[in-house]
């Protein structure tokens, strides 16, 4: 992959920078994506079984299970390169933000300070809130220690609200940027997939790095296709010859 000299002026002149990350960034780390072929979640899983609200009201206890594989694969993974040519590239810029997808944490522990985690935390929990109680028996499932109410995974899943406050910041943080970036996602969930086209709207330069075409890709200003942890540092070292620095 060549970064042409339009785009090296574009990353050398950007002082503020938002990136919108999704589970390609994650995916050199071991983590699977969702909708890729062989690999991804939805291949082997039912999205409708298990992360709809209604799909833990019918069975907290399967939903349990997956979730708690996941948050110990979680666990187990390292940052990637992709994670890492982040969080350096915020030591060179005025200020970077990096609008997540993911649910791992694996921005923060790379070293990136300002994460929006737009689909939550799969390592928190929070009070399973219904109008119907789960039906089945829930001996054993996670409680609140002191209510005693059933807990679920603190992320956010198919026809639920986003967290307070999280999408109205996304969009800010892509309003007052100079340069966005798209990695790693397919660009097919909503609202996160209008971020970048919001940004495209004000005429903010959009860049996307991807394995694949994704609906961004005929619109975006510059496509990368390949892999995030191999792009990402390369556009990071050619940023960091004239990158406006913090202070
Ligand atoms: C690499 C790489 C490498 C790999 N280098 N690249 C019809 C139209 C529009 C919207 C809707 C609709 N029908 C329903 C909706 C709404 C729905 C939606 O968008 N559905 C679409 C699928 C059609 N959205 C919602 O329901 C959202 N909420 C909402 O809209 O609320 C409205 C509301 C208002 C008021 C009251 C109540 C509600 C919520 C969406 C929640 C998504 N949740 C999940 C699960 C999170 C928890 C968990 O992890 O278990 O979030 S689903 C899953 O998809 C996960 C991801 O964050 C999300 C996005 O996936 P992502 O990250 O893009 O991954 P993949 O696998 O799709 O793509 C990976 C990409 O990486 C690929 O392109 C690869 O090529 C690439 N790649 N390796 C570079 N090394």
Redesign the pocket.
């Known amino acids: 992959m060549r970064i042409d000299e339009g785009l090296q002026r574009l990353v050398q002149g950007a002082a503020r920078v938002a990136v919108l990350?999704?589970?390609?960034?994650s995916?050199?780390s071991g983590v699977p994506?969702?909708?890729?072929a062989r690999s991804?979640?939805?291949e082997r899983f039912d999205?409708e079984e298990?992360?709809t609200p209604e799909a833990f009201a019918r069975n907290p206890r399967k939903v349990w299970a997956w979730?708690t594989q996941?948050r110990e694969q979680a666990r187990r993974a390292e940052p990637s390169p992709?994670h890492r040519a982040l969080a350096q590239w915020e030591q060179l810029l005025e200020w970077c933000c990096v609008v997540t997808?993911?649910?791992d944490g694996l921005h923060q522990r790379a070293g990136s300070s300002h994460v929006i985690e737009?689909?939550?935390n799969?390592h928190r929990d929070r009070r399973f809130e219904a109008d119907t109680a789960p039906a089945e028996d829930l001996d054993g499932l996670p409680r609140c220690p002191e209510t005693g109410a059933l807990l679920r995974?603190d992320?956010?899943?198919?026809?639920?609200?986003?967290p307070e406050g999280a999408l109205e910041a996304a969009k800010e943080a892509m309003r007052s940027a100079d340069l966005v970036l798209s990695?790693?996602?397919?660009?097919?969930?909503?609202?996160?997939?209008s971020l970048p086209l919001e940004a495209l709207e004000r005429d903010i330069p959009v860049v996307e790095?991807?394995?694949?075409p994704?609906p961004l890709t005929p619109v975006a200003d510059w496509v990368l296709q390949?892999?995030?942890?191999e792009?990402l540092p390369q556009l990071v070292t050619a940023a960091g010859s004239g990158a406006k620095r913090a202070g």
Not at 21 to 25: E, F
Not at 226 to 229: D, I, Q, R, S, V
């Open positions: 990350t999704g589970a390609g960034v995916a050199e994506t969702f909708r890729e991804g979640f939805w999205p298990l992360a979730y996941r992709a997808q993911n649910v737009l689909h939550g799969i995974p992320v956010v899943w198919f026809g639920e609200r986003l990695v790693g996602t397919s660009a097919l969930v909503q609202p996160a997939a790095i991807n394995r694949e994704t390949g892999e995030a942890g792009i």
